[in-house]
């Protein structure tokens, strides 16, 4: 009997440790690699890449080569260095975009899930802008302002805090009929320590899920604008302004629009395998199953 159980205890240690972890998880563990090489490229930018703005008419719509890894674009500026720089639009756009928009969310779900007269105004409003088509809304917020980076994040984000507010008020409306929290409202807590304490934890494990969309719908929506001409100045390199510019000379020069857009599809693919990921662990009954 002792020697049976020393033999097992490695074995459930092994069960926990990273690499039984890594196995029930590969899709976060996937995600987070390609998530973590593109943070990387994007801080090291200056030291792979060389100016994005920078050009030399001598160049112009020069193929892939050993000189110039992803080609050149019209203007002669360097495809590689663009992309690389665009990451860092991107990932600006789509982590600032789901901060603001979780913040906010969560604030405003809270509070009407818990306050019925806060309820029955604030989400009359949110209804209506989720009527709005999200990226109309974006293209008429940033034609009302001068367009620049910080318009698009703000732009990008007031169409997607509806979406979380409804999606936290629904946790909060369930979690508030709870018996513990009648019990605590019976006992003289005073709301926002019940809300803090007892609430707030229960709508973590979707709102991270939740917050991980919306990063890669506002990446997805920053390159639609830019694409239109809508989005962030021209002067700017992101992979949707590359896309844009790069149109014209798809047939013969196809590779100013395949790289970025290479790029923009992993990204958001990795985001998304991250989310799915987190569901299937945060969700208890997911869980359960696997």
């Known amino acids: 009997m002792a020697t049976t159980t020393v033999a097992?205890?490695?074995r459930m240690r092994s069960r926990k440790g990273p690499i039984a972890w890594v196995r029930r998880n590969p899709t976060i563990t996937v995600g987070a690699i390609i998530l973590a090489t593109l943070v990387v490229l994007a801080f090291i930018a200056p030291l792979i890449a060389e100016d994005p703005l920078s050009f030399e008419p001598t160049n112009r719509l020069k193929r892939p080569s050993e000189t110039f890894w992803f080609g050149t674009d019209q203007f002669g500026r360097d495809v590689y260095s663009r992309v690389v720089?665009?990451?860092r639009i991107s990932l600006a756009v789509g982590i600032s975009v789901a901060i603001l928009a979780t913040v906010v969310g969560l604030t405003i779900g809270v509070l009407c899930g818990f306050y019925k007269r806060v309820d029955a105004i604030v989400m009359r409003i949110m209804d209506g802008l989720m009527s709005i088509p999200s990226i109309l809304?974006?293209?008429?917020?940033?034609?009302?302002?001068?367009a620049s980076l910080t318009i698009v994040i703000i732009a990008i984000t007031i169409p997607e805090v509806p979406r979380v507010v409804r999606l936290v008020r629904s946790v909060v409306l369930s979690v508030r009929e709870m018996p513990y929290?009648?019990?605590a409202v019976a006992s003289g807590t005073r709301n926002l320590v019940i809300m803090w304490r007892h609430i707030l934890p229960n709508t973590l494990a979707p709102l991270i899920v939740q917050a991980t969309y919306v990063c890669a719908s506002a990446i997805l929506t920053e390159a639609g604008l830019s694409f239109l001409g809508a989005g962030t100045p021209p002067e700017i390199p992101s992979?949707?302004?590359?896309?844009?510019?790069?149109?014209t000379f798809f047939q013969i020069s196809p590779w100013i629009i395949f790289f970025p857009g290479v790029c923009l599809a992993i990204t958001v693919l990795a985001i998304n395998l991250v989310g799915d990921g987190l569901r299937d662990t945060l969700d208890p009954r997911i869980a359960r199953r696997m």
């Open 239 to 247: 992979w949707g302004n590359i896309i844009s510019q790069g149109r």
């Open 137 to 146: 809304l974006a293209i008429a917020l940033i034609t009302l302002m001068k």
């Open 8 to 10: 097992a205890a490695p």
């Open 85 to 87: 720089y665009g990451t």
């Open 181 to 183: 929290i009648e019990a």
